[in-house]
């Protein structure tokens, strides 16, 4: 695959050659490049360009937001002629020292004269510690990332470095996920030895929520969380499916269970929006221990909403009505419109049908059960939420009706009608209305 790269990142790169320097590629982006995948994400590191003459330069392209005054960390947001908006990070090398607990507690400090192998040894994993030139179209790889990439294997940079930041430890698990890769036998080690206790929610969910979203496999993650601990330190209640099984599971552990519905379920949820499927996929990671487990793992995610979906009550409601699709195909020639309807009030249907899917499919279950209750849902048109009340406020003022309590059970009372279809038209509805106990209707 070939891979793009911006204009302007070539035109800054100029820029600091013109001034004696050398403008390297860092981090993701050549990670990614050399994966054949595309990527926005442009880290530039400076060398032997003092930080006041690499702040003049990047003006000259666009705004320049300093992050780190004193060890010259710049975002440069420039327009390209297109006007499509760029922003990359640019920095001088620096190395960093442990000074505190957690992850604000490091001493940094800038050197642009810094070795290409000095900079990159705070690297997390040798396959993000290369460098790229793209003038000269070279690669500086001072610690083997490149085989590393090739026998699709993860491996500290430096030990000492390593521990210094707890979070890698969960960044190891979702670049095994997402990359598909193994981790090398004494980065695991090293990985086992680190306290996770520092780690805020914010950052946990960080990482969390690229397995949740960018993994093919996101089951990979999972067996690499146990093997490095983090189950243990951070998430028992998933710990906990290792070895236990359901009596309807006899010969498959929950956690065996759990991964292959993990990746059913990131292949269902593929179309969804972030917060949906981010609610699917935690919902299914969680569904074997039910809604005290989903509880625990948000509570340590501090998970509550995402960009205004209460994602929180919406994996409760999954797991609270995860048997409901089952039951209602058990006796499907007794369930009413009515009984779907009203789950819709309750759950988003279609929701529930993925997650149930990819149960199903994880037991080698065709999901007869579910692609039923789906269809049913859908004809209905529910699947995405509970219809809405044909009469409202308005019309049982127009007809004389005084604003109170009395209002609101006649509208409740109507409403229950149009679930169970007994009320298909507002004509139908304020017909029902009319018919009501005066005393009911205020």
């Avoid at 499927?277 to 299914?284: C, D, E, H, K, W």
Wanted: hydrophobic residues 45%; charged residues 25%.
């Amino acid at each position: 695959m070939l891979v793009t790269m911006h204009e302007a990142v070539l035109q800054v790169c100029e820029a600091v050659r013109a001034a004696g320097g050398r403008a390297m590629l860092v981090g993701g982006w050549v990670r990614d490049r050399l994966l054949g995948h595309e990527s926005k994400d442009y880290d530039l590191e400076v060398y032997a360009v003092e930080p006041e003459a690499l702040r003049a330069i990047l003006k000259k392209f666009g705004r320049v937001n300093t992050v780190g005054e004193h060890f010259a960390v710049y975002k440069l947001v420039c327009h390209a002629p297109n006007d499509e908006r760029l922003e990359m990070d640019v920095s001088i090398p620096r190395r960093e020292s442990k000074s505190g607990r957690g992850h604000r507690g490091f001493t940094i400090e800038g050197d642009p004269q810094m070795s290409f192998a000095e900079a990159a040894r705070r690297r997390d994993f040798t396959i993000n510690a290369i460098l790229y030139d793209p003038l000269a179209d070279e690669f500086i790889d001072p610690y083997g990332g490149l085989a590393d990439l090739r026998q699709k294997q993860l491996r500290a940079v430096a030990a000492e470095t390593f521990v210094e930041d707890s979070l890698r430890v969960l960044r190891a698990v979702q670049f095994a996920a997402r990359f598909e890769m193994t981790v090398e036998r004494d980065t695991v080690a090293l990985c086992r030895t680190i306290d996770l206790t520092d780690l805020p929610h914010e950052r946990i969910w960080g990482e969390v929520e690229k397995l949740l979203l960018m993994a093919a496999h996101p089951a990979i993650g999972l067996d690499v969380a146990l093997a490095l601990g983090v189950l243990d330190k951070l998430f028992p209640e998933l710990r906990a499916l290792v070895g236990s099984h359901l009596e309807e599971q006899p010969f498959e552990d929950d956690f065996t269970h759990t991964k292959r519905a993990f990746d059913h379920a990131a292949q269902l949820t593929a179309d969804l929006d972030r917060p949906r499927r981010v609610t699917v996929m935690l919902a299914t990671l969680c569904h074997v221990r039910g809604e005290p487990a989903a509880r625990a793992v948000m509570q340590r995610l501090g998970l509550y909403t995402l960009t205004g979906y209460d994602v929180r009550a919406q994996v409760l409601a999954l797991l609270g009505e995860q048997a409901r699709p089952a039951a209602f195909y058990a006796r499907r020639e007794q369930t009413s419109d009515g009984d779907v309807r009203r789950l819709a009030r309750r759950v988003e249907i279609d929701l529930l049908y993925r997650l149930v899917k990819a149960c199903a499919l994880a037991a080698d279950s065709a999901g007869q059960a579910a692609d039923w209750f789906i269809e049913r849902a859908r004809r209905l048109g529910v699947e995405h939420g509970p219809p809405a009340p044909l009469l409202q406020g308005r019309h049982l003022i127009e007809m004389g009706v005084a604003p109170g309590p009395a209002m609101g059970q006649q509208l409740r009372q109507i409403y229950e009608l149009q679930l169970d279809g007994q009320v298909t038209t507002l004509d139908e509805a304020r017909a029902a209305a009319r018919r009501l106990p005066a005393a009911d209707a205020g």
